[in-house]
């Protein structure tokens, strides 16, 4: 097998951010909150402060740090849910067919009508801001893609010599859908979630730039950005690293899709995604 | 050094001054304002909307009976040439300007004030100038429907107009806002004039681009003799503060509002820093507590939690010293305002002594609601966080958003809040925010009751002398320091940059924002000067 | 053809409907209504008593259901109700500002796929090498710079820096002034298209009637400009469509930093001063523009591509 560079590089990019995330408690230099100190405000990046400080006079090396948490917890676990989510409706609309058909067309027209971001500005002002929220807005808007794609996939593996021959033998119908046609689609599956995790990495950050992310002052690089965007040329450090950090994680998922799209999906069904 | 570089840049300034008077205004060019607030121009009718945005384009289109005169911080007589009032006080009876005449041509009378007074207070609109209409005898049966006419308003003849209220008191306080503005009664009724306002301003109504820009042309016929001085006028409702820097250096706007980090930027700038206009504004910024929430009942607690914030060091590190340290309510540029009051001192140790003397030797935890604003919201909660913290108070932030905020507050429904209020111009209207007859939804956020201050404010309004009643006034405001219904954090320091080449700004304590625009002028340096 | 549109026409009214239905429950759920607005001054004291007045001159006492009964009621005549904040018919509010954020909208596709299209295809020729990295690298970037941020750099270099362009407002209407607002609007699209070019071509060129068409001599350039651009064609004009939500969706923040008369900044206002008649008629509005930008794109593929049936 020959050698895949974003496979590698992606791989590498998205597993430095989440050990920083993991292990911030270690890595970090300070509190990302209580050690603030308005004496140190704005001091640009040194051999003290690796990225500056803040208007708060908070080390911004740590809080980047800590700041990774949210987005990457709401981008995992949100991912997760769309993926069920997705999968669940896709696969059986597509294998009972009929009037579930119908409604879960309905649905994913629906979810691709509405812009996905003012869905989701809806639920969080409907809910509290916080992180259950943000795993609920994120996690309930982005399942259409998967859905249409497995739903696809399942339509054409039912036909199959495979499937019919599962179906002869008495299998029911979720043993069928999980043990024969879920492992066919589960490439373009995967490839799709990984995609769709920088999404949510990017949502999460949308909705905490518009102040409907976490409560403050908890960092999130999000809130980071939005908090700095009186000082980007005053002090543009305090937004630039919470920026790249967004950039890292964003083109680490993509590399690693792209990467793993070649591997598991060489004859890629991908038409929609 | 420091001394001489002192002396240098105030010889400057004072040259500058010198020379600005000395220049006689210049006719003509485009005044490019902007309105530095969130929303854009809620309307084009005036009376509509109460929003500081729509009172920045009021001022050009729009005239009411009484002008805040900005340099002595009073109302004065507009539309009327004088006023007598009557023994008992009740009763003040107007000669009207005689040359005040419409974007139309047509001359002011008193039918038009009466027209405007009365359209303020129809049920179905709820307008809200009602809140200072409904302070003339006979408003409010207009308002429910018992009347169509103001009883307290009578046209003696085209010119002369007498108003009965309902208390004593200064006229000038209630008629002076753009939401009072005066309508032309006739030609206000025509289904077009949304589209095409008319009305008494020094600049006529061209265009309204919502979200983008509002454009005005000088009136010629404007009652002052050779004012306006310019002959455009384009305001655009800019909030987001970063843009309007850009577009400020950029020399495409004349003016901006500066918040705490340009504050900063344009002080340390050589061009900038000459166009700088700080004013004392009439808002203090606080943290109310709720007393429903227990710990926040103990008077205690109040002054521990005033103790334990080192507010000097979040307004000059943060704030970047763009606010004055508050010491009680009433502010810095109020006439009652305490000279000898000292603001509550940094001492955690203190503040530790009086929460475990009010039983709280752990502290306690409180839920805080803020917005995202970033003089009196959600950073500064921030910068007090770790502060509290170290003598035991822990604090949970609940974000709002800042239009959401002053619903939330007069419904009671927070812990605590932080919020700006208005604290001025008349000290005796904003004390009696803090009488325990005032509900919480009228201002009296904190549910603040003392039988002593309720004493005090009503001697204040039964005393006609001005200066006896600020006294008193100074004696309440004590008591509310040493209560401390909230965190006096500081009053605002409104700055204003503008272009080197606009003349004649009003440092305006009620609003810095709001500019008379007849006295403005573009000297020929603008760019767009012809 | 003809059927399909009216078929999908007709889906949209459920669509509409359950998006109205969501903004209203949006609004009754969350603090504030437009009379507790008129105090965020902090300046302005607005009393229980006017605070139920003006709830009742606008007819939220009601419970949600009821109001959400009358509303679509009138919204059956085409009625989209009376504005809080004007007093006067939401229509009228609308209609100023569609021309400006189609504008806006348009011109930030242009851009999208003057730039986004050619970039994918060069991708494309060689996957995994070193060009195919830095457009990656490049769609990346442009998806995560948030936009407000992109506004806020575009100005400060081609207005403040440069000079080549006023740094807001509408002007004249002049395309000078859309510039900005356009390319920050248009750089989220922009790297979405080009990773969906990207992927085109490369399915395109592996499927077999390419390989044939090869196979039978044709040229490169031949087989790239007629079988890959055409079939790519088709995947490119679906993502576009997909893509008019988030145009319309980034619109929200650009028109509000370069102060443009559209759409967006006026449901941002509208939003936050409880407007809800006029925050209904611009969503409703949006998603209605979606969902003919939609069929549009079906059209057009059915058209480019005629093995695209759609009955």
Known sequence: MKFRANLWIGGALFATVVVGGAFAPWLAHTDPVMDANLMNAEVPPGAEFWFGTDAQGRDIYSRVLYGARIPLTVGIVSQLINTVIGVALGMSAGYFGGWWDDVVNGLTNLMLSIPSLIFAL???????????????????????????????????????????????????????????????????????????????????????????????????????????????????????????????????????????????????????? | MLKKLIFTTAVTLAAFTLHSQAQEPRRGGTIRFTAPYATSFVSNDS?????????????????????????????????????????????????????????????????????????????????????FIRRIKGALDVQNGTAKEISGLKKIDDFTLEISLIEKGEPGFLFRTATTSIFPAKEAQDPNFFNKPIGLGPFKFVEHI???????????????????????????????????????????????ILGPTQYVAYQADANLKKGILEVAEVFTRNMGMNPTHKPFSDKRVRQAINHAIDSDLIISRLVRNK????????????????????PYAFDPERAKKLLAEAGYPDGFEFEW?????????????????????????????????????????????????????????????????????????????????????????????????????????????????????????????????????????????TELALQYYEDLWVDETSPAAK | MLPYVVRRLLQAVPILLAVAGLIFVMFSVIPGDFASTQM??????????????????????????????????KLMTLDLGTSFRTRQPVINS??????????????????????????????????????????????????????????????????????????????????????????????????????????????????????????????????????????????????????????????VVIEKLFAWPGIGSLLVDSVSLRDIPVVQACILLLVLFFLIVNIIVDVLCALIDPRIKYT
């Open chain 1, 122 to 273: 809806a639920i969080m002002a409907i809910l509290q801001p916080g992180l259950t929220s943000l795993l609920i807005a994120l996690g309930l808007t982005n399942w259409s893609y998967t859905c249409r794609l497995s739903r696809a996939a399942t339509l054409s593996v039912k036909q199959q010599g495979y499937v019919e021959a599962a179906r002869s033998f008495g299998s029911g119908s979720t043993r069928i859908m999980l043990t024969q046609i879920l492992p066919n689609i589960a490439g373009p599956i995967i490839v799709i979630g990984t995609l769709g995790m920088g999404g949510a990495v990017l949502a999460e950050a949308a909705l905490s730039f518009l102040g409907l992310g976490i409560r403050p002052p908890f960092p999130s690089w999000g809130s980071m950005l939005s908090d700095a965007r009186d000082q980007i040329t005053t002090a543009p450090w305090i937004s630039i690293f919470p920026g790249l950090a967004i950039f890292m994680t964003v083109l680490g998922l993509n590399l690693l899709g792209d990467g793993l799209r070649d591997i598991l999906d060489p004859h890629s069904q991908l038409r929609q995604a």
């Open chain 2, 47 to 131: 009376h509509v909307s109460n929003s500081v945005q729509d009172e920045i384009y009021g001022y050009a289109l729009h005239r009411s009976l009484y002008k805040w005169d900005s340099v002595n911080n009073k109302p004065v007589l507009e539309l009327a040439k004088s006023v007598s009032t009557s023994a008992d006080g009740l009763v003040h009876t107007f000669k009207l300007r005689d040359d005040a005449l419409f974007h139309n041509g047509r001359k002011m009378t008193a039918d038009d004030i009466i027209w405007s007074y009365t359209r303020l207070m129809d049920a179905s609109k709820n307008y809200p100038g009602a809140a």
């Open chain 2, 210 to 256: 919502p979200g983008s820009r509002m454009v005005f042309e000088r009136w010629e016929k404007f009652y002052v003799a050779g004012k306006p001085y310019a002959d455009k006028l384009v305001i655009s409702p800019m909030g987001e503060a970063a843009a309007r820097d850009v577009a400020f250096r950029n020399k495409e706007i004349d003016v901006s």
């Open chain 2, 323 to 342: 606010a004055y340290r508050a010491t009680s309510w009433l502010p810095l540029s109020s006439p009652a305002y305490d000279k000898a009051l000292k």
């Open chain 2, 369 to 509: 609601t803020a917005s995202p604003n970033e003089s009196w919201g959600i950073p500064i909660v921030e910068a007090t966080i770790p502060m509290l913290a170290k003598v035991g108070i822990k604090v949970k932030v609940k974000p709002v958003e800042g239009s959401a905020l002053g619903g939330i507050i007069a419904k009671g429904d927070f812990q605590a809040y932080i919020w700006s209020n208005t604290s001025g111009p008349d000290p005796l209207t904003q004390m009696k925010c803090f009488h325990s007859k005032t509900p919480r939804s009228s201002c009296n956020y904190t549910t603040f009751s003392h039988p002593e201050v309720d004493k005090l404010i009503d001697e204040a309004g039964a005393t006609d002398d001005l200066a006896k009643r600020n006294e008193i006034l100074k004696k309440a405001n004590a008591i509310l320091y040493e209560e401390a219904p909230v965190w006096f954090f500081n009053y605002n320091k409104a700055v204003l940059a503008h272009q080197p080449w606009l003349r004649g700004l009003q440092p305006n304590a």
């Open chain 3, 40 to 73: 965020a001054d902090g300046r302005t004291v607005v009393d229980a008593e006017q605070v139920a007045r003006m709830n009742t001159q606008f007819g939220l006492d009601d419970p949600v259901h009821v109001r959400f009964a009358k509303y679509i009621g």
């Open chain 3, 94 to 251: 609308l209609l100023e500002r569609i021309w400006p954020s189609l504008q806006l909208a348009m011109a930030a596709m242009l851009f999208a796929i003057v730039i986004g299209v050619p970039l994918g295809f060069l991708a494309a020729l060689k996957p995994g090498g070193w060009l195919d990295m830095q457009s990656m690298i490049v769609a990346v970037s442009g998806l995560s710079l948030p936009q407000f941020w992109l506004g806020l750099m575009l100005m400060y270099g081609f207005a403040l820096i440069l000079g080549w362009f006023p740094s807001f407002g509408y002007g004249d209407g002049s395309p000078r002034y859309l510039v900005l607002p356009a390319v920050a609007l248009g750089v989220a699209p922009l790297a979405l298209l080009a990773r969906t070019t990207r992927a085109a071509v490369l399915e395109v060129m592996n499927a077999d009637f390419v390989r044939t068409a090869r196979a039978k001599g044709n040229s490169e350039v031949r087989v790239m400009r007629w079988h890959v651009a055409r079939n790519a064609a088709v995947i490119v004009l679906t993502t576009l469509g997909l893509q008019f939500g988030s145009i319309m969706g980034g619109a």
